[in-house]
């Protein structure tokens, strides 16, 4: 089985300060991790995946097998950083399935 | 490209009733995923369909069905309506099956049943 806990459900820092996004995941075999963001009235999108290893809007994200971990990490929060953002595993080869974590509201305040 | 459409938008149905969803693919992508959202359980795989054929499906009872047409478009279907199937439901396509591709999700389908 497939789990992905991110253990805030909400999120609240100061313009300029550093930010971090806890996600947890349980899956016996090789996973694929993704950040998938939600912003104001618009679908849900991709912001990260760690086989691109990408920093994307200044957001980087490791994977920590030991940890069994894929925390969102950006250095200085932005106002267009507000946001909901949700982690996601799915199996890297065969029996495709995306499970989402409940999911982590995050206010930017000036 | 265009992206993923989902259609109709909004759905108020009543218990008992079934509902049929439709959406299209990007252009060039052959796999369709559904998924459910809702405040209590967050977003849920239903299925998963590539070139006409269900190819994966997660834990939602018989009601839910879905197919997919030779031009990549999916439908799903809920029989029998439930209260707790109102929810806002999300489709979203890939290029590949069986790969961790990444997914480019429609707007959904906000489905209230009464």
């Known amino acids: 089985a497939q789990r992905v806990t991110q253990p805030e459900k909400l999120l609240s820092v100061f313009k300029g300060a550093p930010v971090e996004l806890k996600c947890n995941y349980s899956?016996?075999?090789?996973?694929?991790l993704f950040w998938y963001v939600q912003y104001s009235r618009q679908r849900l999108q991709l912001l990260l995946r760690?086989?691109s290893r990408e920093s994307i809007k200044g957001f980087t994200a490791d994977l920590n097998k030991g940890e069994t971990s894929f925390h969102l990490k950006k250095p200085f929060a932005q106002e267009e950083d507000s946001a909901m953002y949700y982690c996601?595993?799915?199996?890297?080869?065969?029996?495709?399935?995306?499970?989402f974590g409940a999911g982590t509201t995050v206010t930017v305040r000036a | 490209k265009a992206g993923v459409t989902q259609t109709p938008r909004y759905l108020i149905k009543t218990r008992g009733q079934q509902v049929t969803l439709s959406c299209s693919p990007i252009?060039?992508?052959?796999?369709v995923s559904w998924y459910q959202q809702t405040p209590g359980q967050g977003l849920q795989f239903l299925f998963e369909?590539?070139?006409?054929?269900?190819?994966n499906k997660g834990n939602f009872p018989g009601r839910f069905s879905g197919r997919q047409f030779s031009n990549s478009r999916s439908e799903m279907n809920v029989s029998t309506l439930e209260l707790g199937d109102s929810a806002l439901y999300l489709c979203?396509?890939?290029?590949?099956?069986?790969?961790?591709?990444?997914?480019?999700f429609g707007p959904g389908t906000r489905l209230t049943v009464l």
């Open positions: 996601a595993l799915s199996p890297l080869y065969n029996d495709y399935k995306l499970s």
């Open positions: 979203a396509s890939s290029l590949r099956s069986g790969v961790a591709d990444t997914q480019y």
């Open positions: 369909y590539f070139s006409e054929t269900q190819r």
């Open positions: 899956y016996s075999g090789s996973p694929e």
């Open positions: 760690h086989i």
């Open positions: 252009s060039g992508h052959r796999s």
